[in-house]
């Protein structure tokens, strides 16, 4: 299995080194951006497994980029952590509200963001993992449901035509 991906997003050049060399020392690759811009076209083309997004930026704020990359059919899913010199309840509670599942204080400590980005990396798999049987699941249903239906070539003295069609799940197919 590749290492997972994690996209470091901060205007802050210092910040993009240290996150980056924490990260890599503990085997992860990184990508970085220093906008939101960037971060959402990285976000688009390279499916990061992660996204660590300072709030405070010019032009495009973290909330922003947020709130873009989850109405996108490509990046909806990818967990975003935030990281912000904001630590007041407020801007947490709105961080996690737009779409973040964490919200890391600066300044950061190394371990606190690699156990964090570990949980939700973890998360994200077992989610994956459990859509992949559920739609293993619907997958053996419709195939059980198309095996029962009768066929016009199976019984050519009968004089009938059938459409089937399933609507993605098992029940509420059109027959």
């Avoid at 495009?60 to 010199?85: Q, W």
């Amino acid at each position: 299995m590749d290492a997972p991906t994690i996209l470091v997003v901060d205007d802050a050049p210092i910040n993009l080194d240290l996150l980056r060399s924490v990260l890599e020392a503990e085997g992860f690759r990184t990508l970085t951006a220093s906008n939101g811009a960037l971060a959402r076209d990285l976000s688009r083309t390279e499916q990061p497994d992660l996204i660590l997004l300072d709030v405070l930026m010019p032009g495009e704020t973290g909330f922003e980029t947020c709130a873009r990359l989850k109405s996108d059919l490509l990046t909806a899913d990818i967990p975003i952590i935030f990281l912000s010199s904001l630590d007041d309840v407020k801007s947490k509670v709105a961080g996690l509200k737009i779409g973040g599942v964490d919200y890391i204080a600066k300044p950061v400590h190394g371990e606190e963001v690699l156990a964090r980005v570990r949980v939700h990396l973890r998360i994200r798999e077992t989610n994956r993992a459990l859509v992949g049987q559920h739609r293993a699941r619907l997958e053996e249903l419709r195939d059980a449901q198309q095996a029962i239906l009768v066929r016009p070539e199976d019984c050519p003295q009968a004089n009938f035509a059938i459409y089937y069609r399933p609507l993605e799940e098992a029940g509420g197919d059109f027959l």
